[in-house]
């Protein structure tokens, strides 16, 4: 869906949620593929019987490219990713883990080098079917302000 708001029109405090996405092997496989990361403790499924999870774990960066990915539902044309700030893996996710997203407008401030912008930031917790924090960061995105500095 695209919605276009401005920087003025961000409410702190609002709150949207994503809809789930199960993990599979294959986004794991695929996932490692992509990555070059191929440590055992994403594709080894014997050697992992061995240590503290005793099963396979989701790499931490498709975790979080999923959270992200499902937050995507909403485009907005007058803004941008600007960066991720604060990301940190709380939980291990499983293969058969469903994951969905949280997003809370957590801030707003005038972009310095950017008077026309302003900086949105969102704090992003993925959850898990348990709800379970399994991630949470902080998602930077930079807002095109309105011409007439108010609102529309």
Same mark, same amino acid.
């Given at each position: 869906?695209?919605?276009?708001?401005?920087?003025?029109?961000?409410?702190?405090?609002?709150?949207?949620?994503?809809?789930?996405?199960?993990i599979t092997e294959t986004?794991?496989?695929?996932?490692?593929?992509?990555?070059?990361?191929?440590?055992?403790h994403h594709v080894d499924?014997?050697?992992?019987?061995? +240590?503290?999870?005793?099963?396979?774990?989701?790499?931490?960066?498709?975790?979080?490219?999923?959270?992200?990915?499902l937050t995507a539902a +909403?485009?907005?044309?007058?803004?941008?990713?600007?960066?991720?700030?604060?990301?940190?893996?709380?939980?291990?996710?499983?293969?058969?883990?469903?994951?969905?997203?949280?997003?809370?407008?957590?801030?707003?401030?005038?972009?310095?080098?950017?008077?026309?912008?302003?900086?949105?930031?969102?704090?992003?917790?993925?959850?898990? +079917?348990?709800?379970?924090?399994?991630?949470?960061?902080?998602?930077?995105?930079?807002?095109?302000?309105?011409?007439?500095?108010?609102?529309?």
């Amino acid at each position: 869906m695209i919605q276009s708001t401005y920087f003025e029109e961000y409410a702190v405090g609002s709150v949207r949620e994503s809809l789930g996405r199960t993990i599979t092997e294959t986004d794991i496989v695929l996932h490692a593929g992509q990555s070059g990361d191929f440590y055992p403790h994403h594709v080894d499924a014997e050697w992992c019987k061995g +240590q503290e999870f005793k099963q396979r774990i989701a790499h931490g960066t498709l975790v979080l490219t999923v959270a992200v990915g499902l937050t995507a539902a +909403q485009i907005n044309p007058k803004a941008f990713t600007y960066g991720y700030d604060h990301i940190r893996f709380i939980r291990p996710v499983f293969i058969g883990d469903t994951l969905r997203a949280r997003v809370t407008l957590k801030e707003k401030r005038d972009a310095v080098k950017r008077p026309e912008h302003g900086v949105v930031v969102e704090l992003v917790e993925a959850l898990n +079917q348990r709800e379970e924090t399994v991630l949470v960061c902080e998602h930077l995105l930079m807002v095109k302000k309105h011409p007439a500095g108010g609102g529309q």
